[in-house]
């Protein structure tokens, strides 16, 4: 299958301080990626879907100035929690699919999260 | 609305077999999506089902019925390694993944 990377895998920071997620697509390129955010033994929660070149779409309840996501590129998209806070400690997991919207989401390996 | 159900837990033996239901509701249909997902870690494909049927790959087959908004993952020959999480998520029509909460296996010696 396809090959999508996360980076940080894991990262803790401070209360107040903004943290950028990236994902990339490998080998392939990803005309959509997905983020999601999982709390531990919940379900994946979609968080946003971006399309190389425009603005993401938000899921209700989600704050596009909290959670900035940028795709400038079919292979890298980024997601940054600007002022982070202890309540946005959690699983965020990238998924990227190709140019046909019934192709397969592949996701990356996640990200954890911990504000202290 | 649109709603996605499978059993919360379910428990097998190991080298039995064992199938995880699910079921849907959905605004459209264009597909149905299985993935595992090891706990601490990200979901990983396993099948994707749009025509009834059974499809087969290795020890894992994926069933679908359209007509009756059902599916099912088939778990052979089970490992200690199959233990994880078993999500079903349906692309609806407008192409987005309705995801179901999971179904976490339990593989017993």
């Known amino acids: 299958g396809a090959v999508v990377s996360q980076h940080p895998s894991r990262v803790i920071c401070k209360s107040g301080t903004s943290v950028k997620i990236e994902c990339r697509s490998l080998?392939?390129?990803?005309?959509?990626m997905f983020w999601y955010r999982q709390f531990p033994k919940q379900s994946l929660m979609l968080m946003a879907t971006s399309n190389e070149g425009s603005k993401a779409t938000y899921e209700q309840g989600v704050e596009k100035d909290k959670f900035l996501i940028n795709h400038a590129s079919l292979t890298l998209s980024t997601l940054t929690v600007t002022s982070a806070h202890p309540e946005d400690s959690s699983f965020y997991i990238c998924?990227?699919?190709?140019?046909?919207?019934?192709?397969?989401?592949?996701f990356g390996p996640g990200t954890r999260l911990l504000v202290l | 609305g649109q709603n996605i159900d499978q059993p919360t837990e379910m428990t097998a033996t190991e080298g039995a077999i064992v199938q995880i239901n699910c079921t849907y509701q959905t605004s459209g249909f264009n597909g149905l999506f299985w993935y595992q997902q090891h706990a601490g870690e990200a979901p990983t494909f396993l099948s994707y089902n749009v025509l009834d049927g059974l499809e087969e790959k290795g020890r894992f087959s994926s069933f679908l019925s359209r007509s009756k908004g059902y599916s099912y993952l088939l778990l052979k020959e089970l490992q200690m390694k199959d233990s994880a999480s078993y999500l079903c998520?349906?692309?609806?029509?407008?192409?987005?993944?309705?995801w179901g909460a999971g179904t976490k296996l339990i593989i017993k010696p």
């Open positions: 998520a349906v692309m609806d029509s407008n192409y987005q993944l309705i």
């Open positions: 080998d392939f390129q990803a005309t959509t």
């Open positions: 998924s990227a699919r190709g140019s046909s919207t019934q192709e397969t989401q592949y």
